[in-house]
């Protein structure tokens, strides 16, 4: 398990592009036949992807965890941005294609990753917080989920937004989880952008076309920054920063929280204008 800490809004006024990078974004992920999983000190997040071919993948635990199993003391939110695939816990299966879910409380002792076809693996998302109670495991059909659509074209952000887990659907003990479409001909995500000092923020862009990108901003309103990311590449945002991005094409991104206040409307607007 690779290790990431965080930079304070001290620190990330003098960083150089080069540590922006190494700092915030991962790069890494969804390597074919790995699990690959990242611990950042940063409200104690593990953020990962397991892509099974030919044979399934078993989540195991780490040092850094001090834990007999990966979810003795975690829950996980898994999100399918693959070719179709399977997840079994303790022994039940959950079917996933792409773009369904699944919440796996805290005390499942077995998670194994499989593929329906090696030729297009399922490329699973992981998300995992510190969970102080048990919640049930739960698969999540998106296509079911309640759709908040947003924005508009006259603005480039015409976006729907979907809610995978969260107060009012699949429960959890902190993450909440859900992810942003955008529309042909709109490229502009969380715009008027806020803060929420109360919980992190993770975003992860796929469906970003190889020859596209995604100019990610972040930072305090008054000391903002950009990251270029292309696809199936993940960004950590702490409290004080903003989070928003342009892209130079209509994408999709993952976008998952955690920390003390689980309510999808706690965050602190800035106006577009008092953005510098």
């Not at 593990?46 to 850094?64: C, F, M, N, Q």
């Not at 939110?77 to 959950?94: E, Q, W």
């Not at 002792?109 to 109670?133: G, N, R």
């Not at 920063?241 to 706690?266: L, P, R």
Request: aromatic share 8%.
């Amino acid at each position: 398990m690779k290790m990431l800490e965080m930079a304070d809004a001290i620190r990330f006024r003098t960083m150089t592009t080069e540590e922006l990078r190494a700092t915030f974004l991962l790069s890494d992920l969804f390597q074919p036949g790995k699990i690959d999983l990242t611990y950042v000190d940063l409200d104690r997040t593990v953020i990962g992807s397991a892509v099974p071919t030919k044979e399934p993948l078993r989540l195991p635990t780490d040092d850094a965890l001090k834990a007999k199993y990966f979810t003795e003391r975690r829950e996980l939110g898994i999100l399918n941005i693959g070719g179709a695939g399977k997840v079994t816990v303790n022994g039940k299966a959950y079917e996933l294609p792409k773009l369904d879910a699944l919440y796996v409380g805290r005390g499942n002792e077995e998670v194994v990753f499989s593929s329906a076809d090696a030729a297009q693996p399922a490329e699973f998302y992981l998300l995992s917080y510190p969970a102080h109670m048990d919640y049930p495991t739960q698969q999540i059909r998106s296509a079911e989920q309640q759709q908040t659509k947003l924005g508009s074209a006259a603005t480039a952000n015409e976006r729907v937004i979907t809610r995978i887990i969260h107060l009012e659907g699949t429960r959890s003990c902190q993450l909440v989880m859900g992810f942003t479409h955008l529309a042909t001909g709109s490229v502009w995500n969380t715009l008027p952008a806020h803060t929420h000092a109360r919980r992190s923020e993770i975003y992860m862009y796929f469906d970003v076309e190889p020859d596209q990108r995604v100019i990610h901003l972040m930072g305090p309103a008054k000391e903002t920054r950009d990251i270029v990311i292309a696809n199936k590449q993940v960004v950590v945002s702490p409290g004080w920063s903003i989070h928003a991005g342009v892209g130079t094409k209509n994408y999709t991104f993952c976008w998952g929280m955690g920390g003390e206040n689980q309510v999808y409307s706690d965050m602190d607007a800035l106006a577009i204008a008092d953005l510098l």
